[in-house]
T-cell receptor, first 116, second 115 residues
Framework: GAGVSQSPSNKVTEKGKDVELRCDPISGHTALYWYRQSLGQGLEFLIYFQGNSAPDKSGLPSDRFSAERTGGSVSTLTIQRTQQEDSAVYLCASSLGLAGKAYEQYFGPGTRLTVT | AQKITQTQPGMFVQEKEAVTLDCTYDTSDPSYGLFWYKQPSSGEMIFLIYQGSYDQQNATEGRYSLNFQKARKSANLVISASQLGDSAMYFC????????????FGSGTQLTVLP
């Protein structure tokens, strides 16, 4: 079946502009995660969605970052007023996310964001 | 808070030999899962193997096995019969069973398989 898809694959933007990154999880996966991978910080958790519950935003680095998930499926990560330190690969992952178990997360190919 | 430590930034192994990638973890929570992911130069994160904290036996998936030593809080990945295609970055990660179950990653080990 189809895996996790992300778009765009690459995004170059000017400092101060807003960007939107999209993630389409595996069908039937109720849990969706956003991570950021950068040279200096490694892989960092950003935000987590589980079904229709309120998201866990504990990993978002600043209030310039926000995300939403519509209809329990597609998610959009928005970065406002981008800064050069936002340059990174943004990875989306999904999992079955059922209570009481730890399931493997399946990752998308990522969006490489470059802020100039 | 959880922490994953991978002390080998880079490793080399001869083709067809076995290699062990080290991983230690730290958590006070008794219920957790441990994962290994492979990231080739193309960038995708590929799930390799999973070990639950209450699993009695070490996990195995084909040429991959996880050497789980709970008392030492280690979860080393063993790759048997290395292949050239195994050259990649390898990440150890953990998640708690409760809460968001987000992954906490180590810094990774760059494995190079030599012909």
């Amino acid at each position: 079946g189809a895996g996790v898809s992300q778009s765009p694959s690459n995004k170059v933007t000017e400092k101060g502009k807003d960007v939107e990154l999209r993630c389409d999880p595996i069908s039937g996966h109720t849990a969706l995660y956003w991570y950021r991978q950068s040279l200096g910080q490694g892989l960092e958790f950003l935000i987590y969605f589980q079904g229709n519950s309120a998201p866990d935003k504990s990993g978002l680095p600043s209030d310039r970052f926000s995300a939403e998930r519509t209809g329990g499926s597609v998610s959009t990560l928005t970065i406002q007023r981008t800064q050069q330190e936002d340059s990174a690969v943004y990875l989306c992952a999904s999992s079955l996310g059922l209570a009481g178990k730890a399931y493997e997360q399946y990752f998308g190919p990522g969006t490489r964001l470059t802020v100039t | 808070a959880q922490k994953i430590t991978q002390t080998q930034p880079g490793m080399f192994v001869q083709e067809k030999e076995a290699v062990t990638l080290d991983c230690t973890y730290d958590t006070s929570d008794p219920s957790y899962g441990l994962f290994w992911y492979k990231q080739p130069s193309s960038g995708e994160m590929i799930f390799l193997i999973y070990q639950g904290s209450y699993d009695q036996q070490n996990a195995t998936e084909g040429r991959y096995s996880l050497n789980f030593q709970k008392a030492r809080k280690s979860a080393n990945l063993v790759i048997s019969a290395s292949q050239l295609g195994d050259s990649a970055m390898y990440f150890c990660a953990m998640t708690l069973v409760r809460g968001a179950r987000q992954l906490t990653f180590g810094s990774g080990t760059q494995l190079t398989v030599l012909p």
